[in-house]
């Protein structure tokens, strides 16, 4: 009687195998080593956390497989499995700068990647006032306006609808409320998670608060100063109540604590460094 074979292991959505990138003499990341893996029907959201200039947004558009940052000047990159190949559909970005196109609507913004896919024009206006409900916006008072119309938190809402009505299996999120109002940027937190747990995507978030990325990660990636490399990697407890609420807990806390003081600590070695 042969024995039973074990489940295959899930394969990595993402993985780097000790990526360096440089720019002529500077060098942004350094032998930079981490998978994820591929969760079907869940996906994980990786934060990444580290001082400016460490090389958090190099990574993330290396798997975006945008230039000049991509390919690796030492290293792999691979995406399930294959190396990156030019960005495309399976990979989508959110930028801090509330990218939009200005002529446009924002039921047309929001449609844009369904008509660059041939999409009908009834289908991707259907599609697109669904999603600017689901982001929190009022589809009959805004999906007419422009860009200009609107406040940071509304834009970054279209960027985020623009997003997620490709499905994108990895989505890339460049610290996108880093220019919001406190009391925006917690709800927009809150929001993400519920799209989050829609999309059922792997997302890698880069920001520069402790919290934001200890409330919102599975995993949360501490960096180095430049040349960046991963210092710490850091399991979290997923989130289950609003960012408000968590973030009076201790055991919220303790996990912030950590990651302050690993930090403080690298730029306390960073300015002695510097003497």
Same mark, same amino acid.
């Given at each position: 009687?042969?024995?039973?074979t074990?489940?295959?292991a899930?394969?990595?959505?993402?993985?780097?195998?000790?990526?360096t990138k440089?720019?002529?003499?500077?060098? /942004?990341? $350094?032998?930079v080593?981490?998978?994820? @893996?591929?969760? *079907?029907?869940k996906?994980?959201?990786?934060a =990444?956390? !580290?001082?400016?200039?460490?090389?958090?947004?190099t /990574?993330? $558009?290396?798997?975006?497989?945008?230039? @000049?940052?991509? *390919?690796p000047?030492?290293?792999?990159?691979? =995406?399930? !499995?294959?190396?990156?190949?030019?960005?495309?559909?399976?990979?989508s970005?959110?930028?801090q700068?509330?990218?939009?196109?200005?002529?446009?609507?924002v039921?047309?913004?929001?449609?844009?990647g369904?008509?660059?896919?041939?999409?009908?024009?009834?289908?991707?206006?259907?599609r697109?006032?669904?999603w600017?409900a689901?982001?929190g916006?009022?589809?009959d008072?805004?999906?007419?306006?422009?860009?200009?119309?609107?406040?940071?938190?509304?834009?970054?809402?279209?960027a985020?609808?623009?997003?997620?009505i490709?499905?994108?299996r990895?989505?890339l999120?460049?610290?996108?409320?880093?220019?919001?109002?406190?009391?925006t940027?917690?709800h927009?937190?809150?929001?993400?998670v519920?799209l989050?747990?829609?999309?059922?995507?792997?997302v890698?978030f880069?920001?520069?608060s402790?919290e934001?990325?200890?409330?919102l990660?599975?995993r949360?990636?501490?960096?180095?100063?430049?040349?960046?490399?991963?210092l710490?990697e850091?399991?979290?407890p997923p989130?289950d109540?609003p960012?408000k609420d968590?973030?009076?807990?201790p055991a919220?806390?303790?996990?912030?604590?950590?990651?302050r003081?690993?930090?403080?600590t690298?730029m306390s070695?960073?300015?002695a460094?510097?003497?």
């Open positions: 009687m042969s024995e039973a074990a489940p295959p899930p394969a990595n959505i993402v993985e780097f195998r000790q990526v440089r720019f002529g003499t500077m060098t /942004v990341i $350094r032998d080593t981490f998978c994820v @893996p591929d969760l *079907p029907q996906g994980e959201f990786i =990444i956390l !580290g001082p400016s200039g460490c090389g958090k947004s /990574v993330l $558009r290396l798997i975006a497989g945008l230039r @000049p940052h991509h *390919p000047t030492e290293g792999t990159v691979l =995406i399930a !499995g294959g190396n990156v190949g030019p960005p495309g559909s399976d990979r970005m959110v930028f700068d509330y990218t939009s196109f200005d002529n446009r609507t039921e047309d913004n929001v449609a844009f369904l008509e660059c896919r041939g999409v009908s024009a009834r289908e991707r206006r259907e697109a006032r669904e600017i689901k982001v916006l009022d589809v008072r805004d999906a007419r306006k422009y860009p200009g119309e609107l406040s940071g938190g509304m834009r970054q809402r279209v985020i609808a623009r997003t997620l490709l499905s994108p990895i989505i999120m460049d610290e996108p409320f880093g220019a919001l109002d406190p009391t940027r917690l927009m937190q809150e929001l993400l519920q989050w747990k829609e999309a059922q995507a792997t890698f880069v920001t520069h402790i934001e990325a200890v409330y990660g599975d949360v990636y501490v960096f180095s100063s430049a040349p960046g490399t991963i710490r850091m399991a979290v989130p109540r960012p968590m973030q009076r807990d919220f806390l303790e996990y912030v604590y950590e990651i003081d690993l930090m403080d690298l070695s960073t300015r460094g510097d003497d």
